[in-house]
Nanobody, 121 residues
Framework: QVQLVESGGGLVEAGGSLRLSCAASGRTFSRYTMAWFRQAPGKEREFVAAMSSGGITDVADSVKGRFTISRDSAKNTVYLQMNSLKREDTAVYYC???????????????WGQGTQVTVSS
């Protein structure tokens, strides 16, 4: 069992930055692929970024060059650094844990409660 708790969301002006954190419980954190998804009002939950247990990363085209995913196994924490934020980045951001690096939310076994990110113009 893995429990995930996100933090770091908030209100930021367009062009600004935020860093989201996801703290994971359990001693098997390093075995999991960790991912970030987001869901805007009225839209499907979509893939943002992921990092496998082996350090392979991928990010969605919509955030490439602006968002970076990283993890600190000593702290059982995964981060999402978000730079050059745009209004369309406004969403609830969710942390997820799964066996493999996948792009579909159904492939992930554990989810956090989400943290709101709002980007104002």
């Amino acid at each position: 069992q893995v429990q995930l708790v996100e933090s770091g969301g908030g209100l930021v002006e367009a062009g600004g930055s935020l860093r989201l954190s996801c703290a994971a419980s359990g001693r098997t954190f390093s075995r999991y692929t960790m991912a970030w998804f987001r869901q805007a009002p009225g839209k499907e939950r979509e893939f943002v970024a992921a990092m496998s247990s082996g350090g392979i990363t991928d990010v969605a085209d919509s955030v490439k060059g602006r968002f970076t995913i990283s993890r600190d196994s000593a702290k059982n924490t995964v981060y999402l650094q978000m730079n050059s934020l745009k209004r369309e980045d406004t969403a609830v951001y969710y942390c997820a844990a799964g066996v493999r690096l996948e792009y579909y939310r159904g492939e992930y076994d554990y989810w956090g409660q989400g943290t709101q990110v709002t980007v104002s113009s």
